[in-house]
């Protein structure tokens, strides 16, 4: 598997390369970064897609949302499957996504874990059963260097509990100067940011009786990496579409 890794020299980036470099059967071939020079990689790193010349059969991205078009440029006109693992897109950047996905194959999550693509499962059949009795918070803590909040997974729990629900529910996100009461269509989303933490996340469901709490933990990078090569292995050879690693796991 030939991978082209965009966004290479990152966090995100330098754990895959350093990952896929231990590996047999897959290589990066080329990286893509705003900062090319930064490390000295085994592979060449270009400061755009338009300068790549290697024959790729997957991009994974791991960089910022303000490379979007240009990612599902170079899928398209390459009919490269994309692994789109970045997060902070607005909704008008998520219909391109879509869009898109019309043509190539598309696997796009926030998280690549197995543990968060299995809570959302799991929040989906049990929000309808606690909603009439419970609160529903999530509150989520990532590291001092993270760009966007609330973290993509967040706000994917939060959709995974709202399409439980019809839809009903209203995202509220860090209370701040409030004079009223919490609605019971609120769901309260919460970001907290420090040191080295690599994503932590809770789904508080608060009753009269009980408090029931959904947690996770990444205690590295690796797992994401690790997902996201399980990722671009699944999403080589499918139809055109728009995936999430709920497919793949
Ligand atoms: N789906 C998942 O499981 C996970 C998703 N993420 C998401 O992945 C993204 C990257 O995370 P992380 O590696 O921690 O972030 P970093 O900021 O460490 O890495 C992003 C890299 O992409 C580069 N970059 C930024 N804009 C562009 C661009 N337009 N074209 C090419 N390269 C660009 C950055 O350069 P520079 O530093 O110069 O800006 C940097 O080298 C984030 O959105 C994060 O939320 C992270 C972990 C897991
Ligand atoms: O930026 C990060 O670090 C992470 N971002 C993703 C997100 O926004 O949810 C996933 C993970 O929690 C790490």
């Known amino acids: 598997m030939r991978i082209l890794l965009h966004g290479c020299n990152g966090k995100m980036g330098q754990v895959l390369t350093r990952i896929i470099s231990q590996m047999e059967d897959i290589k990066v071939v080329c990286g893509v970064d705003k900062n090319p020079e930064k490390f000295n990689n085994p592979y060449p790193v270009y ?3 338009e300068k790549v010349k290697e024959k790729v059969d997957v991009l994974i991205d791991f960089s910022n949302h303000s490379a979007l078009d240009s990612i599902l440029k170079f899928g398209l006109d390459n ?12 909704k008008e950047e998520k219909d391109k996504i879509k869009e898109a996905s019309k043509n190539i194959p598309i696997l796009n999550s926030a998280n690549m874990s197995i543990g968060i693509n299995l809570i959302t499962k799991i929040l989906n059949q049990i929000a309808p059963i606690l909603y009439e009795d419970f609160d529903i918070e999530i509150i989520e803590k990532h590291h001092n260097q993270k760009l966007d909040s609330p973290s993509g997974t967040a706000l994917m729990l939060a959709d995974a509990i709202n399409s439980s629900l019809n839809n009903k529910l209203e995202y509220v996100y ?25 994503g932590e996340h809770s789904v508080i469901f608060a009753g009269y009786g009980e408090v029931i709490e959904i947690n996770h ?7 994401f990496a690790y997902g996201a090569i399980k990722g671009a292995k699944f999403i080589i050879g499918k139809e055109a579409g728009l995936y999430t690693m709920n497919d793949v796991i």
């Open 174 to 198: 860090g209370r701040h100067s409030k004079t009223d009461k919490r609605k019971k269509q609120e769901l309260g989303i919460h970001a907290i940011r420090g040191g080295a933490i690599v």
């Open 79 to 90: 009919k490269v499957p994309l692994v789109i693992c970045t997060t902070g897109f607005s």
């Open 47 to 49: 400061d755009s897609l």
């Open 217 to 223: 933990t990444a205690l590295s990078r690796d797992v």
